[in-house]
């Protein structure tokens, strides 16, 4: 009898028929939050197909689109006034281990100022994503991974879209395409690639375009994805993830696990700032405090299980307060190492005030890795010269960033030798290729990602608070049709936050076994007690408006 009634409350929400007596208020509209379409076509395209697909479920939906940088504040900032919005975790090397990703995402810990903006928060999932922190046993790891994505698939905190095949160009005239790095997961936009990079003949500058803006260069901010690109270069990190997604040592000298909760790390020796004054353990040790101390909230919970550090003459010993078998790469493959001398008058500042080191600009910033700040020139470009004394030198003199929000105008400049590389395409990867046949002088390449493109729910607010709710908006926007309308094919459809780039830790049976349809997802709403009139949906029972929605 049950499934009958449910059965039967299905084709009424189908066929939008009169009001059941126990229905709520009507759901308010919606709003989704997306980046223009001239600089990520993809994106926005996304975002109407989707829009459209849940209009189809009785909702009211606005699609707002905005600025990267007033997006991000607006999402990151001000958590409980949003209701939906598109967003993109880029393919660091670092979360070539799932725990960034399993962790700090979804825990409730980073809920109120870190990555958890979306506020989801499940005891459940909690335990998991801790459980898997802790444990060295590689197979049992692997388990717990794979029971987070499934806990994340029964909840959708996320409604997965798809991991991009991202797609690269560059002038293979200027560049030697034998010293390209194409990094597993990443693609050949990487820093392994431009710290090696070889030019073919008299022109020495690498010119790259990105479509978003940059908002900082911090090493205590974690920023957007083109951010990234630079604070890489500019200040080191003990150890990096190679191109084969392992870690390895970089400013370390070497490390060696002593026990499951003690690591020494050797520091290598002759570096120096980009000031001129040498790197010591002593910086390496406050680099690290910064971060438990919670001056750099955002990368907080990379540092929360050091119990204490020391020093002894080269070697630092990292002493956990239990085993961690991701903290190598999640944190001190992730962590910038800064320098004591500059940083520390600059946070005792800081901690008389409000804002945190995440908002504090250096007028020079001060790193110690393969390319020194040279200039920035806001909403215009970022220029950067080779660290000559560097240990891994650069083969190329400057690393240049130019800021160019169209995708047609990137392809253009790269076409007619203004920019020599091409660090996004946002645009369709067809006219890339194409380009690339006619021309003759371009090399393309595609990856599978590891970072993926989403929707996130704020789950502060009503509906968006309901897992069934969350879960009919996400069954009812078949992934394919974003793959092949919006990605042009240049993508994977996705269900999990691990990609399949990371073959060992994806769980592809959440992917394979998660159903799309219209009338699924209709009937997850009726299941739940959502009710149609006149075609708009209203919340189940008695529920008011007012008391669930901020």
């Avoid at 390209?180 to 997961?185: A, D, R, T």
């Avoid at 940059?214 to 190679?242: F, H, K, M």
């Avoid at 020494?264 to 971060?291: C, I, N, Q, R, Y």
């Amino acid at each position: 009898m049950k499934s009958i009634f449910r059965s039967a409350l299905t084709s009424l929400m189908l066929a939008a028929v009169a009001l059941p007596a126990w229905a709520g208020d009507p759901i308010r509209k919606i709003t989704l939050l997306t980046r223009p379409q001239a600089g990520q076509q993809a994106e926005f395209q996304s975002v109407q197909l989707i829009a459209q697909e849940w209009r189809k479920l009785g909702l009211d939906v606005e699609v707002k689109a905005m600025p990267y940088e007033q997006l991000s504040d607006e999402v990151w900032y001000k958590r409980d006034q949003w209701d939906s919005t598109a967003w993109q975790m880029v393919g660091r090397p670092e979360r070539s281990d799932p725990d960034e990703l399993v962790f700090n995402l979804f825990h409730s810990s980073t809920a109120e100022n870190g990555y958890n903006f979306a506020g989801y928060l499940s005891k459940d999932y909690d335990a998991t994503a801790e459980a898997q922190r802790g444990e060295i046993d590689q197979d049992k790891r692997k388990s717990l991974v794979f029971k987070a994505q499934e806990i994340l698939s029964k909840d959708q905190p996320y409604m997965m879209l798809v991991h991009p095949k991202s797609t690269f160009a560059f002038d293979k005239t200027v560049f030697k395409p034998e010293s390209v790095v194409n990094q597993s997961g990443i693609g050949i936009r990487n820093t392994w690639t431009f710290m090696n990079i070889e030019p073919a003949g008299a022109k020495k500058d690498l010119i790259i375009s990105s479509s978003d803006n940059i908002r900082a260069i911090n090493p205590l901010y974690i920023s957007g994805g083109v951010d990234s690109w630079v604070t890489e270069l500019i200040w080191d990190r003990l150890l990096r993830v190679g191109p084969d997604g392992l870690p390895k040592p970089w400013a370390a000298e070497s490390f060696e696990w002593k026990d499951g909760t003690t690591i020494d790390v050797k520091l290598k020796s002759g570096m120096k700032w980009h000031d001129g004054e040498p790197v010591t353990p002593e910086d390496v040790k406050f680099s690290f405090e910064a971060a438990v101390g919670g001056e750099a909230p955002m990368y907080k919970p990379f540092a929360t299980n050091i119990d204490s550090i020391s020093i002894n003459g080269d070697v630092i010993t990292f002493k956990l307060k239990k085993p961690a078998a991701s903290f190598v790469t999640s944190s001190l493959a992730k962590i910038n190492l800064i320098p004591k001398h500059i940083w520390e008058p600059i946070l005792k500042d800081l901690a008389t005030k409000p804002e945190t080191a995440e908002s504090y600009q250096e007028k020079t910033p001060i790193g110690s890795g393969p390319f020194k700040f040279s200039a920035w020139a806001k909403n215009e470009s970022v220029t950067l010269v080779a660290n000559k004394d560097h240990f891994n030198a650069p083969k190329i003199d400057r690393w240049i960033l130019r800021i160019v929000p169209n995708a047609e105008a990137s392809l253009g400049m790269l076409r007619s030798g203004e920019t020599n590389f091409m660090g996004e395409f946002t645009g369709d990867p067809q006219i890339l290729q194409k380009a690339a046949e006619q021309d003759g002088d371009l090399e393309v390449v595609s990856t599978v990602d590891m970072g993926f493109r989403y929707i996130a729910f704020n789950e502060r607010r009503a509906p968006f608070n309901d897992p069934a709710f969350r879960r009919a908006l996400s069954e009812v926007v078949d992934r394919q049709l974003i793959v092949k309308a919006a990605y042009r094919g240049f993508a994977v459809a996705s269900n999990s936050i691990v990609s399949p780039a990371l073959e060992y830790w994806h769980d592809k049976a959440v992917v394979d076994g998660f159903k799309t349809g219209r009338e699924l997802a209709a009937k997850t709403l009726a299941d739940a007690g959502y009710t149609l009139e006149g075609g708009k949906l209203h919340y189940p029972g008695d529920t008011k408006e007012s008391l669930t929605a901020k």
